[in-house]
């Protein structure tokens, strides 16, 4: 696990949901990951996690 600040654009809306956009998020080898990502919308910290693969 490591843990790398990155910063993120203002959330906007994108069919309906929140989206974030981050130039910045540097992968450190090739394989299968799984990212959790911790903000505060305001009411309080949400976590979300999504999985991606690098070649």
Do not use: C, E
């Amino acid at each position: 696990m490591a843990r790398l600040p990155v910063p993120l654009t203002r959330p906007v809306v994108d069919n309906g949901s929140l989206a974030w956009h981050s130039d910045q998020l540097i992968v450190p080898a090739a394989g299968h990951w799984k990212v959790i990502v911790r903000f505060d919308s305001g009411s309080g910290p949400k976590l979300a996690s999504f999985y991606y693969r690098v070649l």
